[in-house]
C-alpha cells in the first residue's frame, strides 16, 4: 500500500532514504519512549506514544494478542483504528518476527510519560472524514496469513538474533 493514500505526513519529505523503511524507531522514538516525528508549525503534530514498559503507558496492560491486533492490524484494544501507524507495513511479519519485536519493545527500560498526539489541519480531517485518506485498519486485507518468505525489509537484517532490528527496520549498512 502506497503511503500517499493514507498518511497525512506523507507531503513532508523523509530525513533520509533509510525512513522509507518506516521502523518503529521513527515514529515510537530510539528507546520506545514516544517521538513526536511530525510538526509543521502549521497544525499539523504527530507523535507516536510511548509504547516501552512503564507506568500508565498506551501498552501498560496489553495482553499478547493486543500486540498483535495494534502492530499487524493498527487497531487499539478498544477496538479503535490507530492513525497514521502503518500497520499495513508490517501486517504479514511472520509469527517469529512478532515475537521477537513484542519480546524486544517489552524488555526496553521502562520509561514515563509519551503519549500519543495526532493533531490534524481541518483540511486532514476532513479528508479522513470523507474516506480520502484511510487509516491502515482500513486498508490491510486482514485475512492474509504471514508472508511465507521475508519482505525486502526484513531481508536486510542480517541478524536475526538481535531482534532490535526488528524495531528499527533500518538498512544495517
Ligand atoms: C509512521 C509512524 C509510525 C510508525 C513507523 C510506527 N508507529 Fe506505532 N503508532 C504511531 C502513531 C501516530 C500512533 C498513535 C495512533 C493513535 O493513537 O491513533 C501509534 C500507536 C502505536 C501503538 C499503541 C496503540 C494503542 O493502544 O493506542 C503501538 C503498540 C504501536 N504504535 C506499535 C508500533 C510498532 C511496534 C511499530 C514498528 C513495528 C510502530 N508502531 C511503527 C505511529 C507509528
Not at 118 to 138: K, M, N, Q, S
Request: aromatic share 6%; hydrophobic share 35%.
Amino acid at each position: 500500500m502506497s503511503q500517499s493514500s493514507r498518511c497525512p505526513c506523507a507531503t513532508t519529505p523523509r530525513r533520509s532514504s533509510a525512513d522509507a523503511s518506516r521502523g518503529c524507531v521513527d515514529c515510537h522514538g530510539a528507546k520506545g519512549n514516544g517521538h513526536m516525528f511530525h510538526d509543521d508549525g502549521k497544525g499539523m503534530r504527530i507523535a507516536g506514544p510511548n509504547i516501552g514498559p512503564g507506568p500508565g503507558n498506551v501498552v501498560a496492560s496489553y495482553k499478547p494478542e493486543d500486540w498483535v491486533r495494534a502492530i499487524r492490524h493498527g487497531v487499539a484494544p478498544g477496538g479503535r483504528p490507530l492513525m497514521v501507524m502503518p500497520s499495513e507495513d508490517y501486517n504479514r511479519l511472520t509469527d517469529e518476527d512478532l515475537a521477537a519485536l513484542v519480546g524486544y519493545i517489552r524488555h526496553l527500560a521502562p520509561t514515563e510519560g509519551g503519549a500519543a498526539v495526532v493533531e490534524l489541519p481541518l483540511p486532514v480531517r476532513a479528508l479522513y472524514g470523507f474516506g480520502f485518506i484511510h487509516d491502515a485498519a482500513g486498508e490491510i486485507d486482514h485475512a492474509l496469513p504471514p508472508m511465507p518468505t521475508p519482505r525486502p525489509l526484513f531481508l536486510r537484517m542480517k541478524n536475526r538474533i538481535d531482534s532490535s532490528h526488528l524495531f528499527r527496520a533500518t538498512p544495517d549498512s
